[in-house]
């Protein structure tokens, strides 16, 4: 099992990130990817680039030394509204929209009930297509209520690489939210998170946990490219 497109990418405009968006490209062209999403983060985490950065994404080909470049966003969710730093007239053009919860950017209630509100909100939210890293501990939410919800409005639930490297914390849980994908048929995202070239479709350890829990391959949006370019032509954005 490989992954042929990796969808959760940082560079150097999320500013702590180290590889420039030409970089990451080139990157993804040398593992042999049919695509990826350039996803910086969005205004509310500290040093991340404002929206003149994100409405000139469009300075960048569509297809690049042959790798299909998505143009997108990681928005942070900043309150228990399931509220997100996303300006539409911003971002309003961008293809490839994650939202996740940081520390540094949320302002909102905590507790799983705060944080399951949340996420149904954001489930609800028809212009976001991955639920990014939310297996960390400190926001957790009540899985079997959300999760099936996540399902039902096309958005794929991300098993993040970095997640394993950084947030070791929480390991228990990504794998509770892996297997409550599982039990629902909801579909899933296997990305790198990547903040520098290197780590662009190096997904190894994601790779692992679902083969340890017998995950179906049909289910992961990204190890086949017909499943993923189905995937972009439901939400409207070009192969």
Same mark, same amino acid.
């Given at each position: 099992?490989?992954?042929?497109?990796?969808?959760?990418?940082?560079?150097?405009?999320?500013?702590h990130a180290y590889s420039t968006a030409m970089e990451m490209i080139t990157a $993804? +062209?040398? +593992?042999?990817?049919?695509?990826?999403?350039?996803?910086?983060?969005?205004? =509310?985490?500290?040093?991340?680039?404002?929206?003149?950065?994100? /409405?000139?994404?469009?300075?960048?080909?569509?297809?690049?030394?042959?790798?299909?470049?998505?143009?997108? !966003?990681?928005?942070?969710? *900043?309150?228990?509204?399931?509220?997100?730093?996303?300006d539409p007239s911003d971002t309003a053009k961008l293809e490839w929209r994650i $939202?996740?919860?940081?520390?540094?950017?949320?302002?909102? %209630?905590?507790?799983?009930?705060?944080?399951?509100?949340?996420?149904?909100?954001?489930? =609800?939210?028809? !212009?976001? =297509?991955?639920?990014?890293?939310?297996?960390?501990?400190?926001?957790?939410?009540?899985?079997? &209520?959300?999760? @099936?919800?996540?399902?039902?409005?096309?958005?794929?639930?991300?098993i993040n690489n970095n997640s394993i490297n950084v947030r070791t914390s929480s390991?228990?849980?990504?794998?509770?939210? $892996?297997?409550?994908? &599982? /039990?629902? +048929?909801?579909?899933?995202?296997?990305?790198?998170?990547?903040?520098?070239?290197?780590?662009?479709?190096?997904? %190894?350890?994601? !790779?692992? *946990?679902?083969?340890?829990?017998?995950? @179906?391959?049909?289910? *992961?949006?990204?190890? =086949?490219? %017909?499943?993923?370019?189905?995937?972009?032509?439901?939400?409207?954005?070009?192969?």
């Amino acid at each position: 099992m490989r992954i042929i497109a990796d969808t959760h990418c940082h560079t150097v405009a999320s500013g702590h990130a180290y590889s420039t968006a030409m970089e990451m490209i080139t990157a $993804a +062209k040398e +593992k042999n990817l049919y695509a990826i999403a350039l996803t910086d983060h969005g205004k =509310n985490l500290p040093v991340s680039y404002g929206k003149y950065f994100f /409405k000139n994404l469009r300075s960048i080909p569509e297809v690049l030394k042959g790798v299909r470049v998505l143009k997108g !966003i990681e928005l942070n969710i *900043i309150d228990h509204l399931g509220n997100t730093d996303d300006d539409p007239s911003d971002t309003a053009k961008l293809e490839w929209r994650i $939202a996740s919860i940081h520390h540094t950017s949320y302002e909102g %209630e905590m507790g799983i009930e705060a944080f399951t509100n949340t996420w149904t909100q954001i489930a =609800n939210n028809p !212009i976001i =297509n991955v639920i990014g890293h939310c297996e960390i501990d400190d926001f957790k939410f009540d899985y079997e &209520k959300v999760i @099936p919800l996540f399902g039902k409005n096309g958005k794929l639930v991300e098993i993040n690489n970095n997640s394993i490297n950084v947030r070791t914390s929480s390991m228990k849980n990504l794998y509770e939210v $892996a297997k409550v994908c &599982k /039990k629902h +048929k909801v579909r899933v995202i296997i990305n790198s998170d990547a903040h520098f070239c290197t780590q662009v479709g190096s997904c %190894e350890n994601s !790779i692992k *946990i679902l083969k340890e829990i017998d995950f @179906p391959e049909s289910l *992961i949006v990204n190890t =086949n490219e %017909e499943r993923f370019k189905s995937y972009l032509k439901e939400r409207g954005i070009l192969c």
